[in-house]
């Protein structure tokens, strides 16, 4: 039984989004992410090498992180088998007062 996975589409600023199954296999994809199969094998890497590392003294893994660039970010979530990508855009902010300035 495939998720409901409608709430994807729904998320603000988002410009497309994949489902990633625990085995590394595409389940949903859509916009910028589509029929990107390299991208998430690169992904479940990250994956792999985040929950490795042990990054508290606990060992508790993480559920949610994120992948910023000047123009977009990456929203990656783990929940159950899943793990959920969405590519967004940064809400605009006004420019600095010191941005783009000439000396």
Same mark, same amino acid.
Request: no cysteine.
């Given at each position: 039984m495939e998720p409901n996975l409608a709430f994807l589409a729904?998320? !603000?600023d988002q =410009?497309?989004? /994949? =489902?990633?199954? *625990?085995?590394? *296999?595409v389940v949903k994809s859509s916009g910028d992410l589509a029929n990107r199969?390299?991208?998430?094998? %690169?992904?479940m890497?990250?994956? /792999? %090498? *985040? /929950?490795s590392a042990q990054i508290t003294?606990?060992?508790? !893994?993480?559920? $949610?992180?994120? =992948?910023n660039f000047d123009e977009y970010f990456y929203s990656?979530? %783990?929940?159950?088998?899943? %793990? $959920?990508v969405v590519k967004r855009k940064p809400k /605009?902010? !006004? !420019?600095s007062p010191t941005k783009n300035v000439i000396v």
């Open positions: 729904k998320i !603000p =410009v497309g989004y /994949q =489902v990633i199954s *625990a085995d590394g *296999a199969d390299t991208f998430a094998s %690169v992904v890497k990250m994956l /792999q %090498v *985040a /929950q003294k606990t060992g508790e !893994p993480f559920k $949610y992180f994120t =992948v990656i979530s %783990v929940t159950g088998k899943l %793990v $959920y /605009q902010n !006004p !420019p």
